[in-house]
């Protein structure tokens, strides 16, 4: 078994750069793939990242995904920030030794 | 369309039942895998089943092994979790969630239903 931890919180001002980390406790976080979801308040999840680095019709190219196996993590990245893309973004895995889907903790995008 | 409508959340006492549905429409049901993921009031996402495109195998988390049962019923496109001895933690809003057929990833989701688990 095995978790992702986020950051709580990151906060940037409009039209900059962000970086939300996601690192793997234990394994290697290039043996699954990684999403990333969006969660507006009131809203389901929706998402923005899906196999590393992948983005679904209609997701801005702004958003990005990379994995880094020095520091055993996945990021999400936001450039070009709008006010809109203030909202809670989740890191999810898949554990291999029971099946589990794994999330992350969750990471609180201000943008100010 | 995908679409995934949640139902059947509500009050409950503890120790007691619930059985959520979650009608699917929008994409053919019978090839795709299914999830329940719930999130406690201002908490985060905690993923808790998956059933298969051919009801078997299914999966849980530690958290509700034993207690909680996923089942599909394809003639009504339909995704279950029946929900028994319930605890005031279970107190969250739970959403079904369609799976990728080629990865973990949940990329279609419903707007959730409130499960409250109170005296």
């Known amino acids: 078994n095995f978790m992702l931890t986020q950051p709580h919180s990151v906060s940037e001002s409009p039209g900059k750069t962000v970086t939300i980390s996601c690192t793997r406790s234990?394994?290697?976080?290039?043996?699954?793939?990684v999403q990333w979801y969006q969660q507006r308040p009131g809203s389901a999840p929706t998402t923005v990242i899906y196999?590393?680095?992948?983005?679904p019709s209609g997701v801005p190219d702004r958003f990005s995904g990379s994995i880094d196996s020095s520091s055993n993590s996945a990021s999400l990245t936001i450039s070009g920030l709008k006010t809109e893309d203030e909202a809670d973004y989740y890191c999810q895995s898949y554990d291999s030794s029971n099946q589990n889907r794994v999330f992350g903790g969750g990471t609180k995008l201000t943008v100010l | 369309e995908v679409q995934l409508v949640e139902s059947g959340g509500g009050l409950v006492q503890p120790g007691g039942s619930l059985r959520l549905s979650c009608a699917a429409s929008g994409f053919t049901f019978s090839s795709y895998g299914l999830n329940w993921v719930r999130q406690p009031p201002g908490k985060g996402l905690e993923w808790l089943s998956y059933i298969s495109s051919t009801a078997s195998p299914m999966y849980y988390a530690d958290s509700v092994k034993g207690r909680f049962t996923i089942s599909r019923d394809y003639a009504k496109n339909s995704l279950y979790l029946q929900m028994n001895g319930l605890r005031d933690e279970d107190t969250a809003v739970y959403y079904c969630?369609?799976?990728?057929?080629?990865?973990?990833?949940?990329?279609?989701w419903g707007q959730g239903t409130l499960v409250t688990v109170s005296s």
């Open positions: 969630a369609r799976g990728s057929t080629s990865s973990s990833h949940l990329d279609y």
């Open positions: 234990s394994g290697t976080i290039a043996s699954s793939y």
């Open positions: 196999e590393d680095y992948q983005r």
